[in-house]
């Protein structure tokens, strides 16, 4: 099968995939159809096949998420996520008589549950209820059926022996860490393993305003260093037992990653890549791509849904078909055309993902990826041999071990930082189609002989219009998400929160509009939980002047006086109460006389 046809599979895999149909006649129509495709060597025909059978998996899960009747439960279960802290709770999924359930945990049970990893069993006590309509969807596309509230938990053990290993290994590595500041330890187990859980909002936002957010996500470029560290052992064995060792080695790789989309689409890849060895076949990267986006999906036909899975495989496209021809046309030295290249290929794969479920694609991503990605790597490289290291010694030598490991986070974190300041803007959809009509162009003339020239200046007036264009128009009172309102009169500004804010949400919120500074903030509910979600927002923008309510745990803020007017600008804030909640009234500030 050439690369055309292997591609031609995939897409006709996910297409399948897509169209989900639950006819039970659909499965042994589909497996008849792929064994005459393979028996007759039809490429055609095996496209036919591989959408019949996806579409028949595909209607064959999602019949069976019939929701569960409320029910009281006490018993034990599979945990088939590591549990994370969710807004004050814990939340994780678990597997209950071969179903999946999403359990949440409030208050002690909470507390008992986060210290658990996935592939653990723990005894849980609860009510089962049915998914609530506004997340159903969601979750069915994770293959949960229904939510488990837990009221207490009870004991617990490792599990099987591949969950103890995986477990272990990501315990070591944790504990090798504990010298590092908080922030630089979540950021070393999200780029070695993929755990992001307990990310300082303003460092995860940092990280999403720089489009450097798939660092913290694993992907190939993990499961290859992987393969790298085990290297000088796996070259003493055969032939055939190398190859089994790989397997296992990105087995035992995928448990410790908790097989996220992007490490089951790298992981089949390299499966794929290792088998083709073991043949002694050739295959391309595009087909290695092809194959394994199909074997996938037919693994779990869901994943056509996940926007992770989605980005992994436009990232590995874009590298795989544009990399090489724009480093090639790309003037200066080869390595910098080299990372220009690669970082511009995987943003334009990922562009057709991105824009539409993000709103756009940052453009500091690109300055942001040429000064990370080559720090990324040794981190990586690093965190998998000193790492261990470290979590296995412990002691004074852990934080020797780790000091290239903390320039190097500092490093990462400072780019991140540097990068989701620039004033950059974001491409959308519009200047998607602009682009695209420009290379068409350019490749036109190039193919005619002519000079490309036009088509590239047009092509920079496009990706610089974002940084040219002025702020967005933000009206009196303008709320930017749920509990938190703008106003906004030329360089004045004033922002009012009313305690039930989300951080991550306001500081993207603020960002889009172009907000980097504040003239006064006012937070009308001083609870611990209302401070706690503001703290890392003012750690980013910077604020004049804080005003808070009489009690509040805010630090830096000050109560005014009741009936006080406050100048700022062309805006003028007036306190009409300040117990027990502080309340405002902005307007516009009176011309003097």
Do not use: K
């Not at 995928?254 to 992981?267: F, K, Q």
């Amino acid at each position: 099968m050439s690369d055309r046809w292997a591609v031609a599979v995939a897409i006709a895999t996910g297409a399948g995939a897509l169209c989900g149909a639950a006819a039970p006649q659909l499965l042994p129509l589909a497996l008849a159809v792929t064994a005459l495709a393979f028996a007759l060597r039809w490429p055609a025909l095996a496209c036919l096949g591989a959408a019949l059978l996806a579409s028949g998996l595909s209607g064959r899960a999602a019949a069976g998420l019939d929701p569960p009747s409320p029910i009281s439960f006490a018993g034990q279960v599979t945990l088939l996520s590591d549990p994370a802290p969710v807004m004050g709770a814990v939340r994780a999924e678990v597997r209950i008589g071969g179903r999946r359930y999403e359990a949440w945990a409030r208050g002690p049970a909470a507390w008992q549950l986060e210290r658990r990893l996935a592939g653990e069993r723990v005894v849980l006590e609860g009510t089962v209820r049915p998914p609530a309509d506004e997340v159903r969807e969601r979750l069915h596309r994770r293959h949960v059926v229904g939510r488990l509230s837990v009221s207490a938990v009870g004991e617990w053990d490792p599990g099987p022996l591949p969950a103890r290993i995986a477990n272990g290994l990501r315990r070591t590595l944790s504990a090798g860490v504990e010298s590092l500041p908080a922030d630089r330890r979540t950021l070393f187990t999200g780029l070695v393993f993929g755990d992001d859980r307990g990310q300082a909002v303003e460092v995860a936002d940092d990280f999403r305003a720089a489009g450097l957010t798939h660092l913290l996500a694993v992907s190939g470029q993990n499961v290859a260093f992987v393969l790298a560290v085990c290297a000088p052992l796996l070259r003493r064995l055969g032939l055939r037992t190398r190859f089994a060792a790989v397997l296992a080695v990105i087995g035992l790789f995928g448990l410790v990653t908790r097989w996220e989309p992007s490490v089951m689409r790298a992981a089949a890849m390299a499966a794929v890549a290792t088998t083709a060895v073991t043949l002694g076949r050739d295959a391309s990267g595009v087909r290695r791509l092809a194959l394994a986006v199909s074997a996938v999906i037919l693994v779990d036909p869901f994943l056509v849904w996940s926007v992770g899975f989605q980005l992994s495989v436009g990232a590995s496209a874009g590298i795989l078909f544009l990399a090489a021809p724009l480093e090639r046309a790309l003037p200066g030295p080869r390595w910098l055309a080299a990372g220009a290249a690669v970082t511009a290929a995987a943003q334009v794969g990922v562009a057709p993902v991105l824009i539409p479920t993000f709103g756009g694609l940052p453009l500091a991503t690109f300055p942001a990826n040429l000064l990370a990605a080559p720090v990324a790597g040794p981190v990586m490289m690093w965190g998998l041999t000193g790492g261990l290291a470290a979590g296995v010694t412990g002691g004074p030598l852990a934080p020797l071990l780790h000091l290239p490991t903390r320039l190097l986070l500092w490093w990462l974190a400072a780019v991140a930082r540097w990068s989701a300041s620039l004033p950059l803007g974001e491409l959308g959809g519009g200047h998607a189609v602009a682009l695209g009509l420009a290379a068409a162009v350019g490749v036109v003339l190039w193919r005619r002989g002519r000079s490309p020239r036009v088509a590239i200046v047009a092509a920079l007036a496009v990706v610089l219009s974002p940084a040219l264009a002025p702020p967005s128009r933000v009206a009196d009172g303008h709320e930017l998400l749920s509990g938190a309102r703008l106003w906004r009169s030329g360089p004045a500004a004033v922002l009012v929160v009313d305690g039930a804010v989300s951080a991550p949400r306001l500081l993207e919120a603020l960002r889009t509009v172009r907000v980097r500074r504040l003239d006064v903030v006012a937070l009308e509910r001083g609870s611990a939980a209302a401070a706690d979600a503001l703290r890392p927002v003012l750690s980013r923008v910077h604020a004049r002047l804080i005003l808070a309510p009489a009690g509040h745990q805010l630090r830096g803020a000050v109560t005014p006086v009741a009936g006080a007017r406050i100048g700022v600008g062309a805006l003028e804030v007036e306190i009409v109460d300040v117990s027990p909640h502080l309340r405002i009234r902005v307007g516009a500030r009176a011309p003097p006389v």
